[in-house]
């Protein structure tokens, strides 16, 4: 496959975001907006369902978690120095549902 090129024009804000979502990912602007792109895209493409599949499973496409959007974002895991997981510390989870 060929690659194409596109030319995208970003106001300041826009060019800010990126900027800091390629920065924080140790990326290049243009992979970031590679990346950000085809998640796009990806989130838009819908699977094949049979008609009983989608009679018994609720819509769960139609609107990403919070998580999705998180990482679609690029800032899951961009915090230097913490554990990777809260959980697995059990120190972090003295007092939790009390």
């Not at 990126?18 to 290049?28: I, V």
């Not at 590679?34 to 819509?59: K, Y």
């Amino acid at each position: 496959m060929v690659a194409k090129s596109l030319t995208l024009e970003l106001d300041d804000a826009e060019y800010q975001r990126l900027a800091e979502l390629a920065r924080a990912s140790g990326r290049p602007m243009n992979q970031m907006a590679q990346e950000l792109l085809r998640r796009e895209l990806d989130s838009h493409t819908e699977p094949e369902q049979t008609p009983s599949d989608a009679a018994s499973e609720p819509d769960e496409q139609s609107s990403p978690s919070a998580l999705d959007r998180l990482m679609a974002a690029g800032v899951v895991g961009a915090l230097k120095g913490l554990p990777p997981d809260l959980s697995t510390n059990p120190k972090y989870m003295e007092g939790f549902g009390e």
